[in-house]
Nanobody, 124 residues
Framework: QVQLVESGGGLVQAGGSLRLSCAAS????????MGWFRRAPGKEREFVAA????????YYANSVKGRFTISRDNAKNTVYLQMNSLKPEDTAVYYC?????????????????WGQGTQVTVSS
């Protein structure tokens, strides 16, 4: 089992920045890839970014590429999502998730473990 706890959400003005954290506990953290997803009101959950914990390869949704950066600290069992140049359309509940394979990393159905989510609200 892997337990995931997100933090760092909040209210920010458009153009501002936030950094989300996802602390993992349980099974060996370095065995997994980690992803961030988000769900906006009235919309389906969508992929944001993912990172391979061994090697650090990353992948981003086009909508956040160049603005968001995913990173990890394996010693702290924590994954981060640095969000810059935030837009009102980034408003959503953000979830981190763990998966055992890089294949299908953008598909939420492949993920094994999920955090409870943290709200990000961007005002215009």
């Amino acid at each position: 089992q892997v337990q995931l706890v997100e933090s760092g959400g909040g209210l920010v003005q458009a153009g501002g920045s936030l950094r989300l954290s996802c602390a993992a506990s349980g099974r060996t953290f370095s065995s997994y890839a980690m992803g961030w997803f988000r769900r906006a009101p009235g919309k389906e959950r969508e992929f944001v970014a993912a990172i391979r914990l061994s090697g650090g390869a990353t992948y981003y949704a086009n909508s956040v590429k160049g603005r968001f950066t995913i990173s990890r600290d394996n010693a702290k069992n924590t994954v981060y999502l640095q969000m810059n140049s935030l837009k009102p359309e980034d408003t959503a509940v953000y979830y981190c998730a763990a998966v055992t394979s890089w294949v299908g990393v953008t598909d939420s159905r492949t993920y094994n473990y999920w955090g409870q989510g943290t709200q990000v609200t961007v005002s215009s």
